[in-house]
């Protein structure tokens, strides 16, 4: 997609591989709304990205928030939720093995609600990671392994 002049939504777009999106979305001529909890942590936003506040796990929200800025022509979310647990499953606390499902809630409530609203051509992208592809015992010893390369 030629994304020049298309109006694009980024969930999670203040930090990490959302905020990377915001930027070259707008280096390429889209006008971006990054979204989150709170925006401010995305500092000064470079020309032809607006923040905007929004929890994706809040529904009502989000038809709100999408009824708000229809239509758009690319929709996409890295938002993940809010906390993620990491590490071995038998070592893991509770509350954080549930709340790495939010990402899940929250991907489910951008596509239940936004894609109505989403031109003809859109297009929706929802940002993954490796262990969807393959998660095994030691992906804590493997993420190390990364981090420190
Ligand atoms: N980092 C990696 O190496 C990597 C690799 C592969 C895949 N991924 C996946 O890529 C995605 C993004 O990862 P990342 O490392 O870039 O994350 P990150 O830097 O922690 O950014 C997460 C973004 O999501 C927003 N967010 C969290 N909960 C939200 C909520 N309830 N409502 C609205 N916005 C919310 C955060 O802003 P607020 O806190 O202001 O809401 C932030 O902008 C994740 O799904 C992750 O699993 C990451």
């Given at each position: 997609?030629?994304?020049?002049?298309?109006?694009?939504?980024?969930?999670?777009?203040?930090?990490?591989?959302?905020l990377?999106?915001?930027?070259?979305?707008?280096?390429?001529?889209?006008?971006?709304?990054?979204?989150s909890?709170?925006?401010?942590?995305?500092?000064t936003?470079?020309a032809?990205?607006?923040?905007?506040?929004?929890?994706?796990?809040?529904?009502?929200?989000?038809?709100?928030?999408?009824?708000?800025?229809?239509p758009?022509?690319?929709?996409?979310?890295?938002?993940?939720?809010?906390?993620?647990?990491?590490?071995?499953?038998?070592?893991?606390d509770?509350?954080?093995?549930?709340?790495?499902?939010?990402?899940l809630?929250?991907y489910?409530?951008?596509?239940?609600?936004?894609?109505?609203?989403?031109?003809?051509?859109?297009?929706?992208?929802?940002?993954?990671?490796?262990?969807?592809?393959?998660?095994?015992?030691?992906?804590?010893?493997?993420?190390?392994?990364?981090?420190?390369?």
């Amino acid at each position: 997609m030629n994304v020049d002049g298309k109006k694009a939504i980024v969930f999670g777009g203040t930090s990490g591989i959302g905020l990377a999106t915001t930027k070259q979305l707008a280096a390429l001529g889209a006008r971006v709304l990054a979204v989150s909890r709170d925006p401010s942590k995305a500092g000064t936003p470079p020309a032809g990205v607006t923040l905007a506040k929004c929890d994706v796990l809040d529904r009502t929200a989000m038809e709100a928030f999408f009824k708000q800025h229809a239509p758009f022509d690319i929709l996409i979310s890295a938002a993940t939720g809010g906390k993620r647990a990491m590490g071995p499953f038998l070592e893991m606390d509770m509350d954080g093995y549930k709340a790495s499902f939010d990402k899940l809630w929250g991907y489910a409530n951008v596509v239940r609600y936004g894609a109505s609203h989403l031109s003809k051509d859109g297009a929706i992208v929802l940002v993954s990671g490796a262990p969807e592809q393959r998660a095994g015992s030691g992906l804590q010893k493997c993420i190390n392994n990364l981090a420190a390369d």
